[in-house]
């Protein structure tokens, strides 16, 4: 019914059912794992009005297992990637899995599907360092070039009084300069091609 693909790994499709609604993978070694893919095998569809609930899991000394909501998928959705190598210890919350986990050795984490409501899904709140940015590279690329170009330009700002009149030199108001990224920014919101035209 789901796999789990592991960056950089093999693909597991052999998730251990512990509940009628519950599954578990584990994953070895998570500690130098950054992200995941949770899948459906398109085998078997939820059920009408259902999706998955994504819980990841992992081992922490000081409180027991970890529970920590990444998102869903569904079958609109059927898949769906999450960042796992920023979460933290005590941001876990409530979860369907309660006490029956399956076994799970001390450096062994566990990405948990739980079939759910629709409803119940769209009510629920994933942790927010799971989420992978949507954005595509480009996009990101042009937003980091905009702020470094105005944390330069800004490294070199003076104040009237600290100016010295240089009749070669060209001088621009650093409030341009911010005008011109937001501008910049503001139109690559809207339309990430603009700049084609």
């Known amino acids: 019914m789901f796999g789990c693909l592991v960056a950089g790994r093999l693909v597991q499709t052999d998730a251990q059912q512990v509940a009628s609604d519950k599954f578990v ?5 998570y500690e130098n794992v950054n992200h995941v893919v949770v899948f459906m095998l398109g085998t078997v569809p939820f059920p009408a009005g259902m999706g998955g609930a994504v819980y990841f899991s992992f081992p922490d000394p000081s409180v027991g297992q970890v529970w920590q909501l990444l998102g869903f998928i569904t079958n609109e959705k059927p898949s769906a990637i999450f960042k796992i ?17 399956a076994p799970q050795a001390p450096s062994m984490a566990q990405v948990g599907v739980s079939v759910e409501a629709l409803d119940q899904l769209a009510q629920q709140t994933p942790v927010s360092s799971a989420a992978v940015s ?5 996009t990101q690329f042009t937003q980091k070039m905009l702020e470094s170009l105005y944390n330069f330009t800004s490294s070199f700002a003076l104040s009237q009084s600290q100016m010295t009149p240089n009749p070669s030199e060209m001088y621009v108001p650093a409030s341009s300069i911010l005008k011109w990224y937001e501008n910049f920014q503001r139109r690559m919101v809207q339309n990430p091609n603009f700049w084609k035209t």
Do not use: C, I, Y
């Not at 190598?85 to 986990?101: D, I, N, R, V, Y």
């Open 25 to 29: 993978f584990n994953l070895a070694d």
């Open 85 to 101: 190598s920023g979460l933290k210890a005590g941001e876990g919350g409530a979860h369907p899995f309660g006490m029956m986990t």
């Open 134 to 138: 949507t954005m595509d590279s480009f």
